[in-house]
C-alpha cells in the first residue's frame, strides 16, 4: 500500500520489515539506539507503549515529512513480562514458565511525526502445547531466540509445533499487529 508520506520503520527486527513489505508498505529503516529497559514497578501492560514510544521519540529530531514506525512486543505470564533473553539460561527458564500454558503477547506501536503522535497496543492469547526440556533445548540450540520477546517466534519450530491454540492476531505475536497498523496509519494521513 502506498501512504503519500515516507514512512521510516524504527526497528531493526527482521519480521517486522518482512511483514512491512509484504504487506506493500514502502519504507526505510533506522535503529533507534535506546535502553530497552523500564521500572519494574511498570504495570506489565504499559512496557510495550512505553518502549515504543521511546524509540520513536528518539528518532523524532532527525525526521522531516516522514512518519515513524516503532514497535515493542513483550510476552506476559503471571503478571511478569518476559522480554529478550540474553542468553540460553535465561531462554530455558522464559520457555519453561510458557511450557504447557497460556500467557499474553502485547505489541504496542507508535505512529510519529513532527507534531503528532498515536499509540496503539493489540493482544494476542497464546497457549502452548506441553514439551519436553531436550524439545525446549533442541529449540534454542536450533533457532538461537535471543532477538525474541519470551524467547520464542511463532514463525520458528517452536511455533509449528509447541503453539496449540492463538486467540488474536497471529501478526502481533510475530511483532506487529498488521491490521490495527492499516488502519491507524489510514487516521494518521487524514
Known amino acids: 500500500m502506498k501512504i503519500s508520506r515516507p514512512l521510516l520503520l524504527a526497528s531493526g527486527s527482521p519480521r517486522r520489515q518482512y511483514l512491512l513489505k509484504h504487506a506493500g508498505f514502502e519504507f526505510t529503516v533506522r535503529v533507534p539506539q535506546v535502553s530497552e529497559d523500564f521500572a519494574e514497578s511498570m504495570p506489565a501492560e504499559t ?15 532527525s525526521i522531516t ?59 494476542t492469547r497464546v497457549t502452548f502445547a506441553r514439551l519436553t526440556d531436550d524439545e525446549l533445548r533442541y529449540y534454542i540450540e536450533r533457532d538461537k531466540p535471543f532477538d525474541k520477546a519470551g524467547s520464542y517466534g511463532a ?36
Open 65 to 123: 515529512q516522514e512518519v515513524i514506525i516503532a514497535a515493542d512486543t513483550v510476552v506476559i505470564i503471571d503478571g511478569r513480562v518476559l522480554n529478550k533473553p540474553a542468553n540460553a539460561d535465561e531462554a530455558f527458564a522464559m520457555l519453561s514458565m510458557l511450557n504447557g500454558r497460556t500467557h499474553r503477547v502485547v505489541t504496542a506501536v507508535c505512529l510519529m511525526d513532527k507534531q503528532h503522535q498515536r499509540t496503539f497496543a493489540d493482544r
Open 155 to 190: 514463525q520458528d519450530w517452536i511455533g509449528m509445533i509447541g503453539i496449540s491454540r492463538i486467540e488474536g492476531s497471529y501478526f502481533t505475536v510475530m511483532g506487529m499487529p498488521m491490521h490495527r497498523l492499516y488502519q491507524e496509519l489510514k487516521k494518521f494521513e487524514g
Open 47 to 61: 512496557v510495550p507503549r512505553f518502549l515504543a514510544e521511546r524509540k520513536a521519540e528518539a528518532l523524532r529530531p
